[in-house]
Protein backbone atom coordinates (compact mmCIF):
# COMPACT_ATOMS: atom_id res chain seq x y z
CA UNK A 1 0.00 0.00 0.00
CA UNK A 2 1.00 3.67 -0.71
CA UNK A 3 -0.01 7.23 0.04
CA UNK A 4 -0.56 9.98 -1.99
CA UNK A 5 -0.78 13.72 -0.83
CA UNK A 6 -1.75 16.29 -2.89
CA UNK A 7 -0.78 19.66 -2.55
CA UNK A 8 -1.34 22.84 -4.75
CA UNK A 9 -4.59 23.57 -4.78
CA UNK A 10 -6.03 26.87 -4.19
CA UNK A 11 -8.40 29.58 -5.36
CA UNK A 12 -7.25 31.45 -8.56
CA UNK A 13 -8.68 33.67 -11.34
CA UNK A 14 -9.28 32.75 -14.89
CA UNK A 15 -6.86 32.72 -17.21
CA UNK A 16 -4.23 32.02 -14.22
CA UNK A 17 -2.00 28.98 -13.47
CA UNK A 18 -1.70 26.78 -10.29
CA UNK A 19 0.75 23.76 -9.82
CA UNK A 20 -0.54 20.79 -8.02
CA UNK A 21 2.09 18.03 -6.24
CA UNK A 22 1.48 14.66 -5.47
CA UNK A 23 3.86 13.04 -3.27
CA UNK A 24 3.96 9.61 -3.64
CA UNK A 25 6.96 8.46 -1.21
CA UNK A 26 6.07 4.40 -1.79
CA UNK A 27 5.74 4.59 -5.10
CA UNK A 28 8.26 3.04 -7.26
CA UNK A 29 7.47 4.48 -10.52
CA UNK A 30 8.91 1.92 -12.49
CA UNK A 31 6.01 -0.30 -11.00
CA UNK A 32 2.90 2.51 -10.94
CA UNK A 33 1.48 4.39 -13.76
CA UNK A 34 0.84 7.65 -12.15
CA UNK A 35 -2.08 9.76 -13.20
CA UNK A 36 -4.61 12.87 -12.18
CA UNK A 37 -8.06 13.09 -12.23
CA UNK A 38 -10.80 15.64 -11.05
CA UNK A 39 -14.45 15.28 -9.79
CA UNK A 40 -17.33 18.03 -10.00
CA UNK A 41 -19.82 17.42 -7.04
CA UNK A 42 -22.59 15.76 -8.79
CA UNK A 43 -20.41 14.52 -11.45
CA UNK A 44 -18.29 11.32 -11.74
CA UNK A 45 -14.37 11.85 -11.66
CA UNK A 46 -12.74 11.63 -14.45
CA UNK A 47 -9.46 11.47 -16.41
CA UNK A 48 -7.43 14.43 -16.53
CA UNK A 49 -3.85 13.22 -16.99
CA UNK A 50 -1.96 10.23 -17.21
CA UNK A 51 0.92 8.90 -18.11
CA UNK A 52 1.35 4.95 -19.78
CA UNK A 53 3.89 2.58 -19.04
CA UNK A 54 6.56 4.36 -21.32
CA UNK A 55 5.97 7.90 -19.81
CA UNK A 56 3.75 8.71 -22.63
CA UNK A 57 0.95 10.93 -21.76
CA UNK A 58 -3.09 10.93 -22.21
CA UNK A 59 -4.84 14.37 -21.61
CA UNK A 60 -8.66 15.14 -21.53
CA UNK A 61 -9.49 16.85 -24.44
CA UNK A 62 -10.79 19.83 -22.47
CA UNK A 63 -7.04 20.29 -21.05
CA UNK A 64 -5.09 20.14 -24.29
CA UNK A 65 -2.50 22.58 -24.54
CA UNK A 66 -3.21 23.90 -20.77
CA UNK A 67 -2.50 21.09 -18.77
CA UNK A 68 1.11 19.44 -18.24
CA UNK A 69 1.74 16.01 -16.48
CA UNK A 70 5.62 15.88 -15.23
CA UNK A 71 7.21 13.43 -12.64
CA UNK A 72 10.53 14.26 -10.50
CA UNK A 73 11.09 10.13 -10.04
CA UNK A 74 14.05 10.53 -7.74
CA UNK A 75 11.87 12.74 -5.43
CA UNK A 76 8.63 10.52 -6.80
CA UNK A 77 6.18 13.63 -7.06
CA UNK A 78 4.14 14.12 -10.10
CA UNK A 79 2.70 17.58 -11.16
CA UNK A 80 0.41 18.94 -12.87
CA UNK A 81 1.20 22.47 -14.35
CA UNK A 82 -2.35 24.09 -15.28
CA UNK A 83 -2.02 27.12 -17.53
CA UNK A 84 -4.77 29.56 -18.70
CA UNK A 85 -7.44 28.14 -16.03
CA UNK A 86 -11.21 28.17 -17.19
CA UNK A 87 -14.24 27.98 -14.69
CA UNK A 88 -15.06 24.93 -15.78
CA UNK A 89 -11.69 23.55 -14.26
CA UNK A 90 -12.97 23.79 -10.82
CA UNK A 91 -13.16 20.41 -9.31
CA UNK A 92 -11.38 18.20 -6.89
CA UNK A 93 -8.13 16.99 -8.34
CA UNK A 94 -7.01 13.28 -7.54
CA UNK A 95 -3.62 12.00 -7.22
CA UNK A 96 -3.74 8.74 -8.93
CA UNK A 97 -1.45 5.49 -8.78
CA UNK A 98 -2.02 2.62 -10.66
CA UNK A 99 0.42 -0.39 -10.11
CA UNK A 100 0.55 -2.72 -13.80
CA UNK A 101 1.32 -5.67 -12.19
CA UNK A 102 -1.09 -6.14 -9.77
CA UNK A 103 -3.55 -3.74 -11.17
CA UNK A 104 -4.66 -2.23 -7.69
CA UNK A 105 -5.19 1.63 -7.82
CA UNK A 106 -4.00 4.11 -5.45
CA UNK A 107 -6.03 7.71 -4.59
CA UNK A 108 -5.04 10.80 -2.68
CA UNK A 109 -7.07 12.94 -0.53
CA UNK A 110 -8.11 15.54 -3.35
CA UNK A 111 -7.11 19.26 -4.11
CA UNK A 112 -9.10 21.68 -4.25
CA UNK A 113 -9.00 24.15 -7.31
CA UNK A 114 -11.59 26.67 -8.01
CA UNK A 115 -11.39 29.29 -10.71
CA UNK A 116 -13.62 31.81 -10.41
CA UNK A 117 -14.10 35.70 -10.88
Known amino acids: QIQLTESGGGLVQPGGSLRLSCAAPGANFMFFNMGWYRQVAGNEREMVAT???????NYADSVKGRFTISQDTSARIVYLQMNDLKTEDTAVYFC???????????WGQGAQVTVSS
Open 51 to 57: FNGDWST
Open 96 to 106: NAHNAYNDITY
